[in-house]
């Protein structure tokens, strides 16, 4: 192998490995400067807003199980037995990661390997749409919010929309913790 396919195979094992060693993000309060986990805060007698951050391999369909499960844990420790979504939203942030080849030595500047992005900048020598590739990793990081009204047996009676919540605990489950 040459010197910059050798590189590039490097990298591409090194990060296979950490993605390796991701999980996704457990189910459990977000403490001071972290990232990820869950939050609420009561807006008013009745009402809370909850969230729930995930990491970049936290798939959406788990980040917004976890915003249901914390959502009927509140209305629960608020001594209501159901509740509905008064709003209810999933954000993604994607982020996108370029690893470059480098080239041989340059023959314009006569330096040794030099990064050549595929869009450079020609009059530096870049080589535009003929320059060496680019490798993308792109990771998206999911947050689900919403605000829950919380409702006693008789209000639920007459709202279509009321989930129970001892049934959405039943039924959602948070995933178990990775082994040590």
């Known amino acids: 192998m040459t010197q910059p396919t050798l ?7 090194l990060l296979a490995v950490l993605t390796g060693c991701a999980t996704p993000a457990p189910y459990a309060p977000r403490g001071p400067g972290q990232q990820t986990g869950y939050t609420d805060r009561q807006l008013a007698p009745n009402r809370w807003r909850v969230t729930f951050t995930g990491n970049s391999v936290t798939p959406r369909e788990q980040v917004e199980d976890d915003l249901l499960l914390r959502a009927a844990e509140v209305t629960l420790a608020a001594g209501y037995s159901h509740f509905l979504f008064d709003t209810r939203d999933t954000n993604a942030q994607t982020n996108v990661t370029a690893f470059p080849e480098y080239g041989p030595p340059d023959p314009f500047w006569g330096r040794g390997w030099r990064f050549r992005p595929r869009w450079g900048y020609a009059g530096y020598g870049g080589f535009g749409a003929f320059g060496p590739d680019v490798d993308i990793m792109t990771t998206t990081r ?4 919403g605000e829950i009204v919380v409702l006693n047996d008789d209000q639920a009676a007459k709202e279509p929309r009321a989930l129970d919540a001892h049934a959405v605990i039943q039924h959602v489950t948070p995933p178990a913790a990775p082994p040590v």
């Open 7 to 13: 590189w590039k195979a490097s990298i591409l094992v």
């Open 142 to 145: 999911y947050q689900a919010y």
